[in-house]
């Protein structure tokens, strides 16, 4: 099998999401090649590191380097150099499946599904042009932008007509496709897959909470800690969740709210002041190794996301991995399958809006919350969102197609 990544294995996201995908998969006898995109800064620091792991996994890896720029000739640049050594590792050796992560990886699979009948997986990974609409990189008033946009979206439907297997990361997102005009009546091979974690590294079982860590970032002991782990930009609602966090002050005063993210502080801060909570604000950025410690401090999580359309689609990382280390989510409606899991399986509060009678809501629940059991969130992480989940529904899909 091949498997096409435009996100490099030396970028934290390859390392986070597709590699241990693969390993775990190579040890139920796949034979996988994968052909990433590197950018180049991360893969000079991170090759050597990343080829040991492969070459120790079994797994075979090729890449080409990322084209930052020009915009949109850079990509196609890209396309042409995946599609032509897709076809050199083809001719060698005779790939049965091409395992495409995402829509441009999804035009060399479309491409050599046509010209050699290798059997195209399509992993969408969500609905991707109208995710670069909605977070504002793509500007239909502009056009250039409304030509690309449209230009993906025919590309969507091709994907969709004529992928061998669809895999959504959410229900929600399934059950819209399910609707659009040219897909009805068509055989239904859509799979969901949410996006998982290695709860191994995330869990409470295994690190626990200490003083000593808590002091290190100037929080008080006695303060309960609420978290928002990850970037802040386009999709996540920065101002809204400090306007929650401010109502929330008013109740329970002994509270402080710890960032972590690699992310630009003094804009997080510059906001926090605004809303006048910067003395209750921490901000701390972390590598993924780091990330079980600084939870274990946490009592709370947080995650505003912007329920746009492209977000039916979503399934946010960090809601396996807080769950893994048994925190409790405070999140709102209309992202993906998020906040009907949540309200399944008392995870959390889930806020419908934003107003401040909203917030007040959620605020009044807050020590309800707390009493939710570790282990009850540790299981259900398990149940949704384990790497274990994952794999066996991959193995599934491939099954499927005869591999």
């Not at 449209?150 to 229900?171: C, H, P, V």
Request: aromatic share 12%; charged share 25%; with cysteine.
């Amino acid at each position: 099998m091949l498997y096409v990544s435009y996100d490099g294995l030396t970028d934290p996201l390859g390392q986070s999401q597709v590699l241990p995908y693969l390993i775990n998969l190579v040890e139920q006898n796949y034979e996988i090649h994968i052909l990433s995109t590197e950018k180049n800064e991360n893969f000079l620091k991170n090759r050597e590191i990343i080829q040991e792991l492969c070459n120790n996994s079994g797994i075979n890896w090729s890449w080409i380097i990322y084209t930052k720029n020009p915009p949109i000739l850079s990509t196609i640049y890209d396309v042409r150099f995946l599609f032509k050594k897709a076809v050199a590792l083809h001719k060698n050796l005779n790939f049965d499946i091409i395992h495409c992560r995402s829509y441009i990886p999804a035009i060399v699979g479309l491409k050599m599904k046509q010209k050699y009948g290798v059997k195209f997986l399509f992993d969408m990974r969500g609905f991707w042009a109208d995710e670069r609409v909605d977070g504002n990189i793509w500007d239909l008033k502009q056009l250039s932008f409304r030509k690309v946009y449209n230009y993906f979206k025919k590309k969507e439907q091709q994907f969709l007509l004529n992928a061998d297997q669809i895999i959504s990361l959410t229900y929600n997102g399934k059950s819209e496709m399910r609707g659009w005009n040219y897909l009805q009546g068509k055989e239904d091979n859509i799979s969901v897959i949410p996006c998982c974690a290695d709860l191994n590294h995330f869990d409470f079982n295994v690190i626990e909470g200490n003083n000593i860590l808590k002091s290190s970032l100037n929080i008080p002991l006695e303060n309960k800690v609420i978290c928002y782990l990850g970037s802040v930009g386009t999709w996540y609602m920065m101002y809204e969740m400090l306007d929650y966090f401010a109502i929330h002050l008013k109740y329970h005063p002994e509270t402080s709210f710890l960032w972590i993210t690699k992310d630009e502080p003094t804009m997080i801060m510059s906001a926090a002041k605004e809303k006048g909570v910067q003395e209750h604000v921490f901000i701390k950025p972390a590598e993924r190794a780091q990330l079980p410690g600084l939870l274990s401090i946490c009592d709370a999580s947080i995650f505003f996301i912007k329920p746009l359309y492209s977000k039916k689609a979503s399934s946010p990382t960090k809601m396996a991995e807080l769950l893994g280390m048994g925190i409790p989510i405070i999140c709102n409606s209309d992202v993906g399958d998020t906040d009907e899991i949540v309200k399944k399986e008392n995870l959390g509060i889930v806020l419908d809006g934003f107003t401040e009678s909203d917030y007040l809501n959620a605020v009044q629940q807050f020590d309800e919350l707390l009493e939710i059991p570790k282990d009850h969130l540790r299981d259900k992480s398990i149940q949704y969102f384990s790497l274990v989940q994952g794999v066996k529904k991959y193995h599934e899909v491939y099954q499927s197609l005869g591999l």
